[in-house]
């Protein structure tokens, strides 16, 4: 094939290939994107729960929607499920320590201990003195391998303060130095092997 691809340098079976995405490497590669940190709350009748998540993005503007990928085997996964609904707190810089309570496997009584908190329309709890908040109706939800996948209308609306956000980068937070200045942690050497060079066709 004149100027094309190799037709098995890409296949996954190729044994010979060593550009396989396996996890670790995937996670790796991953951890260049940077991302925000938020906490995802969800309430069904009795139970609350709060989870860290950067699996967050926004999908649509009009509507107003974001998307959301939990763990199947996180506790607060099956309160969106029930409920159908879920809060989003955005955390700011100076909120490492709540991303690091609600990254935790503790029971949610705890992780809501001491925890400024009000409600969303809904009974959600959402954080206080964060960035911004949101209530969010879910309209679709796909599970995909060991995570839900939450496609969720933002049905309510809180602007925080406008605050330096806590960023996640690299399996680090970044830290604030001064006003409006992050500083993001040393980039770490990602030992990712040589991609074999596409033959071109003869
Ligand atoms: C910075 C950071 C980001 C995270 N993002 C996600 C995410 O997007 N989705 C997810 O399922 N878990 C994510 N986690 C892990 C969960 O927060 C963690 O599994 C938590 O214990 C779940 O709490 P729960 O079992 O009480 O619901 C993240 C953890 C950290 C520290």
């Keep these: 094939m004149e100027g094309g691809l190799s037709p098995a340098s890409s296949t996954r079976d190729d044994p010979g290939d060593r ?10 590669v991953m951890g260049r994107f ?5 906490v995802v709350t969800a309430r069904w009748e009795d139970a609350e729960g709060g989870m860290t998540v950067n699996a ?14 939990l763990g199947a085997a996180a506790d607060t996964t099956p309160l969106v499920e029930r409920s159908g609904r879920f809060g989003v707190s955005l955390l700011a810089a100076d909120q490492m320590e709540l991303s690091e309570r609600f990254a935790s496997r503790i029971p949610s009584s705890e992780k809501f201990r001491g925890v400024a908190c009000h409600r969303s329309p809904s009974g959600i709890p959402l954080l206080d003195d964060t960035l911004g908040t949101m209530e969010c109706e879910v309209v679709e939800a796909h599970p995909f391998a060991t995570h839900l996948v939450f496609l ?12 330096d956000p806590l960023v996640f980068w690299g399996s680090h937070y970044a830290t604030r130095t001064g006003p409006r200045t992050l500083r993001l942690p040393d980039p770490r050497p990602i030992p990712l092997r040589e991609t074999p060079r596409r033959e071109q066709g003869t």
């Design 19 to 28: 550009a396989l995405p396996e996890p670790d490497r995937f996670r790796a």
């Design 152 to 163: 969720g209308r933002v049905t309510h609306l809180e602007e925080g303060s406008d605050e």
């Design 56 to 69: 967050l993005l926004s999908v649509s503007l009009d509507p107003p929607s974001v998307l959301v990928s």
């Design 34 to 38: 940077a991302t925000g940190v938020s």
